[in-house]
Nanobody
Framework: QVQLVESGGGLVQPGGSLRLSCAAS????????MGWYRQAPGNQRELVAG???????NYADSVKGRFTISRDIAKNTVSLQMDSLKPEDTAVYYC?????????WGQGTQVTVSS
């Protein structure tokens, strides 16, 4: 069982920045991949950014060049640096840990981009 706790969401103006953090209760190397997903009202949950056990990253086209995923192995945390935020980035952001036997999710953190 892997428990994930997100933090760092909030209200920010367009063009601003936020940094989300995800603290895992277990060694993050137990996850084949860790990722950040988001879900806006009326939309399906979508992958925003992911990082594999080997360190390979991938991003949704809509956030490339603006968001950066990183990890701190010693602290078992994964972060998402979000710059140049747009109103369409508004959503609940979820941390995910994918293992061979299960997917684990955090409770989500709200990000609102509005003037």
């Amino acid at each position: 069982q892997v428990q994930l706790v997100e933090s760092g969401g909030g209200l920010v103006q367009p063009g601003g920045s936020l940094r989300l953090s995800c603290a895992a209760s277990a060694n993050i190397f137990s996850c084949i991949r860790m990722g950040w997903y988001r879900q806006a009202p009326g939309n399906q949950r979508e992958l925003v950014a992911g990082i594999t056990k080997g360190g390979t990253t991938n991003y949704a086209d809509s956030v490339k060049g603006r968001f950066t995923i990183s990890r701190d192995i010693a602290k078992n945390t994964v972060s998402l640096q979000m710059d140049s935020l747009k109103p369409e980035d508004t959503a609940v952001y979820y941390c995910n840990c994918q293992t061979p036997w299960n997917d684990f999710w955090g409770q989500g953190t709200q990000v609102t981009v509005s003037s």
